[in-house]
């Protein structure tokens, strides 16, 4: 009788141990947003999973080349949609987030949901933006960085087709998080702005000769709806209708200056993007610029993503220094996005392996 109730004993837990390594990753906050894993299911085709707050579940979709796309859910990649694809597909209703530049609808390609996104041809605003609009879209087409720019599915002219990603933009930041309570922690927050900053090293790294600068940034909640929540809450920059382009070419740099409909004000942007003069403001007459009025941005980027609670207080200290580097009126002594993103990386690893006080509770 022993033997058998030992035997049983043994066996749950055996399956308790079991059942705790297969749901580790998926249950507890401090694992679920790790790095993204990558599968090989098929000899042919690698895979990128994560774990989705809104399915619950893991989902995956192929690792695809230039040229291709791969949405969750697709068992292999498909060359970018064509103009004659596209116009089968059926618009099924406007998405709220349409802007001045562009109407922006829900869609079905096959059985997977796709964005697609139109030019205001006739508007005053369509007209004017329309350079910047087709230039985003090669953009998008060329600049292949999966991680960084929201997923193109396929183009024709001034329509483009996209990927969804179902929560939206990061003006909804709380909003998401009341609906998602359980991921609404310390880590969560601070992954967005490690996120925000890892996309902004890619955009100034320079390696094609470029540096990308977005420039429809004048104020917080203009620039968090540029970015999308992926369903892992990370970010993904979505709006690249405003981009400038940095040449460079060793260490010399072709300086900008972004085009805007009006004089830049406020104590977001940066001090170099002020009107520095006391005569009347003139566009033409505006100092050029680098890639540095972002780094100048980030920690009130980063502030946002972390928000108000007392919680966060011990964070924010030990970000403070680093925040004060980025926020020296003199470009040439902020620190570069990658120096930004090694030190965010180094105060993530260190708050989670102290584990301080808050890291697990709800913000």
């Known amino acids: 009788m022993k033997s058998k109730w030992r035997r049983s004993l043994l066996v749950c837990i055996f399956m308790y141990l079991s059942l705790l390594c297969i749901l580790k ?13 990558k599968h090989t299911i098929s000899p042919e085709q690698n895979f990128t999973c994560i774990w989705s707050v809104v399915e619950n579940r893991e989902i995956c979709k192929p690792v695809c080349n230039h040229g291709f796309f791969g949405l969750y859910g697709m068992e292999k990649c498909h060359p970018l949609l064509t103009c004659a694809d596209i116009k089968q597909l059926k618009l ?8 001045y530049v562009k109407e922006v609808w829900h869609s079905y390609w096959q059985k997977f949901p796709v964005v697609v996104k139109k030019l205001r041809k006739f508007d005053r605003a369509g007209k004017i933006a329309g350079p910047g609009y087709l230039q985003g879209i090669n953009l998008m087409k060329n600049f292949y960085r999966p991680s960084v720019l929201l997923q193109l599915v396929g183009h024709c002219n001034d329509t483009i087709v996209t990927e969804v990603h179902r929560l939206l933009d990061a003006r909804d930041l709380e909003i998401r998080f009341k609906e998602y309570p359980l991921y609404n922690t310390l880590q969560t927050r601070m992954q967005l702005c490690v996120s925000y900053v890892d996309i902004l090293r890619t955009l100034h790294s320079g390696h094609d000769g470029k540096i990308y600068v977005q420039c429809d940034a004048n104020h917080i909640q203009k620039l968090a709806g540029q970015f999308l929540f992926t369903e892992d809450f990370r970010l993904v920059l979505s709006d690249v209708d405003s981009m400038e382009t940095i ?14 409909w009006g004089e830049v004000t406020g104590r977001f942007p940066a001090p170099e993007e002020l009107w520095p003069y006391k005569e009347r403001y003139d566009a033409s007459k505006l100092p050029l610029y680098d890639e540095k009025i972002e780094i100048w941005k980030i920690p009130d980027v980063c502030l946002y993503f972390l928000g108000d609670d007392v919680s966060t207080r011990q964070l924010k200290r030990s970000l403070k220094d680093i925040h004060k580097q980025c926020k020296n009126r003199n470009p040439r002594k902020r620190p570069t996005a990658e120096q930004v993103y090694k030190t965010y990386q180094t105060i993530y690893k260190d708050m989670i392996e102290s584990n301080f006080s808050g890291f697990k509770e709800r913000v």
């Open 25 to 37: 990753d998926h249950l507890l906050p401090e694992n679920i947003f790790g790095t993204q894993k």
């Open 92 to 99: 099924e209703g406007n998405i709220g987030n349409s802007g």
């Open 247 to 260: 040449l460079v070419n060793g260490t010399n740099k072709r300086l900008i200056k972004c085009t805007v």
